[in-house]
């Protein structure tokens, strides 16, 4: 027997979307004891929301999110809003003791993050933050390959989000389509929106990050605010690289910008490890490549792996072998084992917390390239 679980979606965007289809499918291909019920949806527009609602099977639609809050009928609040927003809902829905998920970066930094993480843990709710490339199928049987210690002893970890779209001085700042170039919606520029998804797989995959050392630049210093009209000065960063110290005493190498031409969204990790590496591509997502020094040096190479078979993480739920799956579908991973999670009365990964420990290192990435020195990350 499923037992229903009422949504409330606040954002009908880009992950409005990608939410939304997940709460749709979950129950088609996972067993999971939920059934998740479209009850409301909130933005900004009216007459998008309403066409959001039918679009997707919404019961029905709201333009304020506190409406959603209040609706007892709610058991569940979804936030995928811009970041600026993400404390006050997050915050709001914890006192009315809802799950929530909510979009990363968690918050626009440590300190507003710690005050959602204290009410969410007050609250005692269920909570995750939708660091989706974790449920990437090739990069869970990366995180199972460490674990099992069959790279033995890491050196290394190196990874780079790279994208190409804010090139041009013409691109304004603000407003709903370039919030992410507005640092007072964003909270930074390729820091939270892009590292932080390297940095919480990364931690995931080889432990906390104990120090940094970053440099930031901002290629274009002023552009078109959308709300006011003005030219004003733009406060986030356009590129970001730092190197790192693993507690486990490996070194990481990060780079991420939204100024290489000809990338719009090339996430890449590799790890080196003393027996073996592996190396992933968010362009080639079905795939793993695998190095394993053991193997006979006449065939020894680096592996494709077409993560496709049952025993696969994920992959017993969709087609047959040698078909595979994208990016949709990390978020139905993510919602499955939320629920998952939930039956079980277990916490789900990345809780808030985990997602904390995230924010203080964009924290002091930041504070880094600012100060022009190393700086050592807060620990959660
Ligand atoms: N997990 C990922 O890979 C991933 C990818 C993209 C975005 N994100 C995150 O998701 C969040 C949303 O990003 P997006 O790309 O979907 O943005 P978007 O611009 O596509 O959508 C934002 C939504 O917020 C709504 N909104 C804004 N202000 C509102 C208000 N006051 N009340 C109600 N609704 C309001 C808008 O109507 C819109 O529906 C951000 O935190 C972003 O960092 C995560």
Partial sequence: M?????IGLIGYGFMGRTHSNAYSQVNHFFDVP???????????EEKVAKNFAGQWGYKSYTTDWHKVIEDDKIDQVDICVPNN???????????????????????????????????????????????????????????MLIDEGRLGKIFH???????????????????MATW???????????????????????MWHNGQIDSVCAMTETFVKKRKHVETGKVEDVGIDDA????????????????????????????????????????????DLHRLSYFDHSD???????????????????????????LQI???????????????????????????????ATQYVCDAVLASAKDKEWKTVKKT
């Fill in 240 to 283: 970001c690289t730092f190197i790192c110290r693993f507690g486990n005493e490996s070194l990481g190498n990060f780079e991420s910008t939204r100024y290489a031409r000809g990338h719009k969204a090339l996430y890449t990790f590799e790890i080196n490890g003393e027996n073996a590496s592996i190396a992933w591509d968010l362009h």
């Fill in 157 to 175: 970890y190196r990874a780079n989000f790279l994208q190409d779209w804010t090139i041009s001085a013409d691109v304004p700042q603000g407003g």
């Fill in 296 to 322: 006979e040096s006449i065939v020894r190479g680096w592996r494709s792996v077409h993560i496709t078979d049952g025993d696969m993480p994920y992959m017993d739920k969709w087609w047959v072998p040698g």
């Fill in 85 to 143: 927003m993400h404390a006050e809902i997050a915050i709001a829905a914890a006192k009315a003791g809802k799950n929530i998920i909510c979009e990363k970066p968690l918050a626009l930094n440590g300190p507003q993050a710690e005050t959602m993480v204290e009410a969410i843990e007050k609250a005692g709710v269920a909570n995750l933050v939708s660091f989706n490339y974790r449920r990437v199928p090739a990069v869970t049987l990366a995180k």
């Fill in 34 to 44: 939920y059934e998740p019920v479209l009850q409301v949806v909130c933005g900004l």
């Fill in 180 to 202: 992410r170039l507005d640092v007072k919606a964003a909270g930074s520029g390729v820091t939270g929106d892009l590292l932080a998804h390297c940095i919480d797989t990364a």
């Fill in 326 to 356: 994208g990016y949709e579908h990390t978020f139905i991973h993510q919602i499955a084992d939320f629920l998952e999670n939930l039956a079980e009365g277990k916490p789900a990964s990345p809780s808030f917390r985990e997602a904390l």
């Fill in 2 to 6: 499923t037992k229903k679980l009422n």
